[in-house]
């Protein structure tokens, strides 16, 4: 439990009473987060302007009167630290806390997340804010969790952040010999020959727009560098707090799929992760799925924080379109069923002024209750209240695995060629997709995750094979695991240097074929992969685009071929028998239409069963706990759907009903069945 | 009258002489301006360089013998002070005249309208030189009017600009409490305690390209600060020429709908409002009506100068096609039918080099008079000769008015959320054209005009609602009026700060209604506009698009419903009957069939007549002088069109002719009528 | 022959064996060089950094060792001076090596092509080691030829940069009075009265993105310095080999139709022109055969080398699809039939690291010689070792000549007005593809060829007329000549001022026609050229658009005429008898199908015979030595040709057959058809 001093899901969102000046408005706050079912309130995200006047003074009278106040009406806090945006006077005082642009422009005051990591003062003050909040409110009873800045991100091209970058390389590499190896900077005469000839990769040297570099290598490392650093701020705001507050947990807000931070690493200094989620009017239901999956999995299956979501609209999205009725609700149980204990808002009352005002919020301008959101809110808040900590703490089983790896996803997005429209992500969602269209439970690990838990694993654009992970997928492989895997994995090792010897490199063995080139088309110029015979649900022809190996098998089974080009007949589908299990190679981009049918076939040969079988628009995911099952049934489609429960026996936590057989799930309705 | 020195409508342009060094060149311009029936020269707009080769020295004898000789010649000057591109010199010697741009980059030499307007150097210098030249020119019979600068433009971002927006806001706010709260800096931590943490937002502090804006309220007064700046500029010319010649007027040459400056604020400090029409090659005919319209609600009505206009072609635009046979003399009543009291050219001789050299000009490169261009340019001059002062000083009758606000205008674009594509001048243009296809004239006015003269006042899109603009509605309302208002109306005040308490804020009173939510699909989604049976010539389904208000009536009838959505069955169009008065609200963005119909229907009921019913392309306006009333007919079509000029009586000016009943108008025709 | 030691085709190409450090990579290249036949090496071409590991130290070491070991197997060397990309150490001990870019931003050590073209220091540092290598290597058997940097380009503002203008603007109009005359600095007050108020035009002063300039003048003399700034650097590495070597021939290799140097100047300077082949994917074959020929005029006919193509895939395309079987070895016969004597590759061996690594190499990252890439490149090496010396030297006779000019082509894309659509090198290649479609052979040449040797002259969009060139034209037209030219032509002169008197200028005369008006539509809106009658191929209609001019004759004949808009029957295509000669003018830009009748009926008018008759996607060239012709067809389709010979006799050189009368191509095959 994330902490037991709210045995529930927990219930809130972010609060700012410090953008009000009026004991009325504060009045009214608590009256309605009651009606709402509000418990937790996220205080003080950006108030250090407000905590630390100047240098020398610090106020957090407000911040005591707030909790309290909050407390003594049963609303308990989640303490930010206040970091997330420097005071306007440290900018003015001290301009290395100002970052560096990407085209080497010097930042002046302004925004939010707009410190450098490498300044001493951010890292000074930072540190000292987080010591002084924890000093002050380590024994409050209403603090239930810590909350470090807020949606860490962005890079800075600084002169101490060159300096910290050629430190960091040092420490890495030892020397410039190794470093000169690691980056083969023979290439063009790149040979540094002291540290200081090297500078920080941007648009004034390696890099132009759209992760186009010239220098994979020091690109590469100049994220991982940058991660690294906005890492260390936190863990320095991380043990600030923790050497006064051993026992309440310490988080910060992640972004999802944001591509920017190594989140498998930042989650090992995380006691619970948490995130923010904003899907755009365009994302797909399952997206957003495969996403609190990833979230998840970034501590092994740890249940997690749903941090943020709107109540309705956002204001960042180009068109901001309400959250339709029933939509919230359905999308709060979504997040629940993949792994969430906390639904949590941004916001519970809306600002006034300034560039989020039209952001949805649990009490919205209007002021007072009677509006279709805040009913919806409501709604969730005694459903909530019902479900107690019935599903808190509980996890997810998932014998299917995918793997994701940020850097690999930034050594891809680097690669100069074979295509610019290869997306890492969405070559990993597509797999996900068919998964998920196929009720099958999967987890979304990293790289350093223990396979032998799962019976299939696939990974998809494995471009980058770390130390070690040929082998470990050999032996998973080996005690009968399916692996599966598609073009453009095996060719680098960690530092983006090609595996010589012919692709796909250190998985050449455990898949059995030679890749002899890669043909790269325009994505609407497609090829066909063509069945020889049927296996499983695999049949006839598909389509498939971007990339194209010109596969030899060299031990393995074609399972289908090419249909066209000069290609025609080579695989484009094989599948290798290797100790007991199998590893598979699929060598095109393929339709969804595909996906499915071959994601099918390879869990019926791994004994991999479906949840249950729904009507398409229908998600089901389940969670677990103490042997009890609780599958959750969301219906996305905008009518009635039956949903065939078999003979199993369920009840139904939200109605308490009891059902089994055919049952109806209204519109954007949903079941969480315990089966009895 | 402008000037009553040349009791006609004047024709003309600019003239740059200096540009040649040639007698013959000089000698063949004075006799084809005669030739064109060319009366007055604009003179000066870009000399500096050569008036003042030094900080020391200045030189005007070259422009004694210009304004002579064209004076001997029956030409009158249009006397500009050169102040538009500030010499290289001056560059070189004294950086501070060079601007900061949007991107933080210091700018070096180059372009024109290029001067720092907070620049000590600049302002000095640009004084300087329109002393001496009001002193050396007051009594010259040949100065028609003064031409200060030319088409100001552009902001700056440097160091003066920021220490003088510093300032600005200090007068303005008085103290920082009130700027913090006004900008409500509490979000996001940005709270100031010294004048000098503010600084100015761009690129590198606050903003984004277009329009993006974290602190809506810093930006908005940004705006406000650079418009003012440059009209200190303006002013600093103005009042060092007016202490000279307190006779002559004085003008700058505006740009229409040019988004940067507040020319209602702007036309205070003027004479006699001038602008430069430039329709782009698919710029709609209404559009340059309301433009022109614009242009003389600035200073309530009074007629302006068409000071710049091309003979045929631009050269910046993507395609710059010729103006078509006839196109420019339609074109150039189209402008007097709408108030302007001249017609001049940009320009009377084509350049032999830059980038304005393929720019139509009355002496095309070619050099001689044998040209489709000039003939019609000539043509046009016989013409005004003919039309002598029966036009000068007629006044423009409307009873319907529509709102066009400059710092609403920034606000609305400015605005993070709900919707990139709300482009506000594009709202206000939609009403316009309704109105225009009607043959209903407009006026186009802003906040301060006196409604108590209309009829009918529409304010599309009234997101900011300055102080004592609601009560002064309500009262037109009160006493009889009718009011039309929109979507996202009545939303903040003049600091962009929400007014609590429900949707469309201060004027829902007036309207009745409450607007719950505000949802914003991509506009290609559209939902229908369903009539509650019928209304005038409302009736049946429309489509509307971009913003939808979810509106709850408060007192106000519900006249159509939405079609579709979760939101269908709730009112899209509502009208409250408020002391004598109705107003309106159209909860979303409708299509142009609607608005005809709608905008029918009201003038209908308010009882506003059209001028005219003419054929689809025809357009009409109509300007009165004592009592007089002059009906312009414009044929924009390319063939002959029947116009029904029903049992009145008509001399057609240009002909001479007495029309009545049905005539025929050829393809480009004008008519202009005086009811006889 | 460009070097008589290899009296063979050369086969190689860039060879980066420093990027290893592996005896055992060293010997396989070797090994697999002799097999794919491979007899030239281009070494050092990115070696600075190894080079010169700092400012005192050189160290060729290494690079004897690699010459002497390819020697000692038979394999040349192509001797690079390595000054491509500068050492970091360089970059961080002399920043004034490093370029300020267009928006004016100082850039850091990164990339290539990288220096300052007046950096002191990289002048005297890239001279000295040029100097070195040619001392060192000038007496080794096994150098061919020095390659100078590589691929020059791009453009420096630094202040450098700017001082070093200011001279060369003072070595060329010698006074400020010229050149303030010369740009028409007296448009918009520009005038100058020191040289150094003259500021580098980039994003801070006079341009904007893509060729925007505000004035011309300065922009067109900017590209002429800054491409005679990189040819000075290119001169002092020249001449520094010179003294050392006056028999091996230098040269640095072009990029074709590359927008930034005006390689005719750049010629005059190279003993054998050299260039890089890299078409895109959508590039069409005849726009690669101009190149080829357009790479041939640079020195009137001079047979070049291709010294870079990929043998299969680039890399720095958005899409880098595979050359399909066949392809690379068509390709290279193109080029070989239109003029080069070499077919070098980039690369020899893929690099394991950084930007280029997906690039297509001779030996791949599999390291063997069983691939498709490999064995396409062994069946050329064997096939020129066949052919062994036959086609060295051999000459292109052409009777037609189309014009390029790059300056001209500055001039036209820097114009403001009348078209952002008008694009030089299209219009061109519009011209050459219909003489490649009707099989006649080209010379693409310089505007100061003689062109007395042609029967046909096209020079399309001849904006920009030099001094003398219309009295060329003139001559040659009288002596019998025919000249075509078009829309847009005779406007200016060679600092973009205007020609005065009427449209097309010089041209005027021998074209006898006058230029009114030019419309500038949308390049979807066309119009019809409508042929009078008909003249050889030509009758019937035809489209155009762009540009169109309005014509008047005045001597010429109107062949085809406007078919609609208000110009409709005025001229469209127009032919002056002049002396013996004819000079024809097309107002406006036609399509594909007008084009090839148009100048099908022109060349029968003149005279001018195709080379053979053949199936569209058939591609014919010829090279003729010492009297005997060599007739190259090549087969572009996917399919097997029919090819009628006629009753000719031929010698088919690669499988030498006697070939006569109808015979098949196969799918992409060649022919070379020596006479008999």
Request: with cysteine.
């Amino acid at each position: 439990m994330i902490n037991d001093k709210l045995p529930k899901i927990w219930h809130g969102g972010d609060y700012n009473p410090e953008q009000w000046d009026s004991q009325e408005i504060w009045d009214e706050d608590v009256r309605m987060f009651k009606l709402a079912g509000i418990d937790v309130a996220t205080l003080n995200v950006f108030s250090w302007a407000l905590n630390q006047p100047n240098e020398d003074t610090y106020n957090f009278e407000w911040l005591d009167d707030k909790i309290n106040r909050l407390y003594e009406n049963g609303i308990y806090t989640c303490l930010a630290t206040s970091t997330a945006a420097h005071p306007a006077w440290m900018a003015k005082k001290y301009p290395d806390v100002l970052r560096v642009d990407f085209h080497g422009r010097k930042r002046k005051f302004g925004s939010r997340h707009n410190s450098c990591p490498n300044s001493p003062t951010y890292r000074e003050y930072s540190e000292k804010i987080a010591d002084k909040l924890a000093e002050r409110y380590k024994d409050h009873p209403a603090v239930l969790i810590w909350h470090v800045s807020n949606e860490y991100g962005g890079y800075c091209y600084c002169d101490n952040c060159q300096d910290a970058f050629r430190v960091w390389l040092s420490d890495k590499y030892g020397t410039l010999e190794k470093l000169n190896k690691a980056w083969n900077t023979g290439f063009w005469g790149h040979t540094f020959y002291e540290w200081d000839e090297i500078v920080a990769p941007n648009m004034l040297s390696e890099e132009r727009e759209d992760n186009v570099s010239d220098f994979q290598g020091i690109s590469l490392d100049y994220r991982r560098f940058q991660s690294d650093s906005l890492l260390d701020c936190y863990k320095l705001e991380y043990n600030a707090i923790r050497k006064h507050t051993p026992d309440i947990p310490i988080t910060t807000n992640l972004m999802g799929t944001y591509p920017m931070l190594d989140y498998f690493k930042w989650a090992k200094e995380m006691d619970v992760v948490s995130w923010d989620n904003y899907p755009a009017i365009d994302t797909p239901f399952s997206y957003t799925a495969m996403t609190h999956d990833l979230m998840r999995g970034l501590k092994s299956g740890q249940p997690f924080m749903l941090m943020e979501q709107t109540p309705s609209q956002q204001n960042w999205q180009p068109y901001n379109s309400l959250k339709r009725p029933g939509v919230m609700r359905l999308w709060s149980y979504q997040a629940i069923g993949r792994g969430a204990d906390t639904i949590l808002y941004f916001q519970l009352r809306r600002s006034v002024g300034a560039c989020e005002k039209y952001h949805g919020a649990v009490i919205e301008h209007v002021g007072h209750e009677n509006t279709r959101v805040f009913n919806e809110v409501a709604q969730i808040g005694s459903e909530f209240n019902q479900l107690g900590d019935t599903l808190l703490d509980a996890r997810v089983n998932a014998k299917v695995a995918i793997v994701f790896d940020w850097e690999n996803r930034w050594a891809t997005e680097l690669s100069s060629g074979p295509s610019v429209s290869l997306d890492y992500v969405n070559e990993v969602h597509k797999y996900y997709d068919a998964l998920y269209k196929l009720n099958v439970q999967v987890d979304m690990i990293g790289v350093e995750e223990d396979l032998s838990q799962y019976d299939v694993v696939i990974a998809p654009v494995l471009y980058m094979v770390k130390e070690g992970y040929a082998a470990k997928v050999e032996r998973f492989v080996e005690n009968g695991g399916t692996f599966i895997t598609t073009f453009f994995s095996g060719i680098v090792n960690e530092t983006d240097i090609v595996t010589l010897g012919g692709y796909p490199g250190e998985l050449r063995k455990v898949l059995g074929i030679w890749a002899e080139e890669i043909d790269a088309l325009h994505p609407d110029e497609t090829n066909e992969i063509v069945v020889n015979g049927s296996r499983g649900s695999l049949s006839g022809s598909y389509s498939c685009n971007l990339l194209f190996d010109l596969i030899h098998t060299e031990g393995a089974q074609a399972v289908a071929e090419y249909g066209s080009d000069f290609y025609q007949g080579m695989p484009v589908l094989t599948v290798n028998e290797f100790g007991k299990g199998k590893a598979w190679y699929v060598a095109s981009s393929p339709d969804a239409e595909f996906l499915v049918d071959f994601l099918q076939t390879v869990c019926e040969e791994a004994g991999v069963e479906p949840l249950l079988s729904v009507p398409e628009g229908v998600e089901t995911t389940e969670r677990v706990k103490d042997g009890q099952t609780y599958l959750f049934v969301l219906n996305h489609n905008n009518k009635v759907e039956s949903i065939d429960l078999k003979d199993s026996q369920y009840q139904e936590l939200l109605t308490a009903q009891q059902l089994s057989g055919t049952v109806e799930l209204e519109a954007k309705g949903v079941f969480i069945l315990a089966k009895v």
